[in-house]
Structures are given as C-alpha cells and as structure tokens.
C-alpha cells in the first residue's frame, strides 16, 4: 500500500538527514516522505530541499511561518491524500520514536486496524531518559484525555500513527483546531467517533539527543481546556 510518511520540522537541522536516512530503507516500494518545514531559522527547509533534490522519494512542503504542530500535519495530510496515498504516517524527527518501529505500524494497519498508534503506555512499551515530572505530564495527560472522552486508548497523546487515507477523508481535516499535542488527542477522538477501529502497538519513546523540545506550558494549558470542548462539540 502506498505510504507517505508525514515529518513536520521546525528547527530540526540536527536530526533531519539522519531521520531521512533511517526511514526510507523501511517505507514499502512506491512510497514517500513528505517533510513540511514552518520556515525554520536555523536552515532545515534548505536541507530538506538538498534531500529532496537527492533522493526523488522525499518531497517537501515549505509553510510561510510557524503555526504549530497542528496545522503543519493538516498540511502535510492534504497533500498525502491529493497524492493519492494509501496509508499516511506520523512520527517525530527528533528520533523520540524509532525509526525501526515503524513498518511494524504499517504491518499492524494492513492487517486490519484503520488507525495504528505507537503506545508508551500499553504492555511492552516505555519511555526512556525522562525525568519524574515529564513522565507525570505525559501520563496524566493521557489519562486526563481517556477519562475525559471515554475513550478505550491509552497513549492518547502519541505522536507515531499509521492511518488508512478514508479516516483523514472523513474526520473534517478543515475543522481540525488543536495547534499543539492535543491535535494528536483531536485525530483519535474523531476517528473512534467515525467508527474506526485503532490499535496500539507498543514502543519505546526515548527523549531527544539533538536540538531543544518544543513542548511548553503554552502546549499543556491547550490540551487542558481543549480535550473537554472536543467532548462539549461532541467531536
């Protein structure tokens, strides 16, 4: 099945190449990676262009400003589907989530599932070289979103997902309002509202070794009040 890997950078010029370097060997044939950059300072959309111009897999969407991370995968979707994929994934650039994990989401939708996500918090999976209030964040986030939205997923706020393009085509990419990782929480909502079925296929997330997080208090304060009107607008 046609795949188009979906990698939103801003300020990523540390881990980009490598990143591109680690997935496509594990990307099925006939399939792509999509780099949408928010007009990085530090010169990642002007590598991503060197690799596109390299590799003729990678292909490059430049956004005028940065937005958030919301909006950049909105983007990022619309062109996967105007192309005509089949499966559109989702992972960090920073190598939080391994590349080596990923063909096993991709094996893990093929064989049913309409929506694989990459899960801290399921059995076999983890999360390395944090501290004790990240971890505390991360998982009082997901449990807050679950008990919230009375959902059955239990790494709601994961980042790594496969999805099969009918969930984009029917979840309303234009009314998507979530900029920061309460977008990852928007997505699954809607799609289990649709009637999609989604697994969780356990990993390891490992904090990032090149450049700074972009998580923030701005990002959390987002989630807080925006996982609650997901359940008031009852989507």
Known sequence: MRTTLVLPTYNEAGNLEPMVEAVRPL???DSRILIVDDNSPDGTGRLADELAAKYEDVEVLHRTAKEGLGP???????EALESGSELIA???VDFSHDPADLPRLIEAVTAGP???????YVEGGGVENWGPVRRMISRGGSFYARATLNLPVRDLTGGFKVMRREVLEKI???SLEALGYAFQVEVTYRAIRQGFTVVEVPITFRDREVGNSKMGLGIVAEAAWRVPAMRFRGR
């Open 114 to 120: 309409d929506v694989a996500i990459g899960s801290r």
């Open 27 to 29: 990307l099925p044939a």
């Open 172 to 174: 309303d990419l234009d």
């Open 72 to 78: 950049a995968y909105v983007a990022g979707f619309r």
């Open 90 to 92: 989702q992972m960090d």
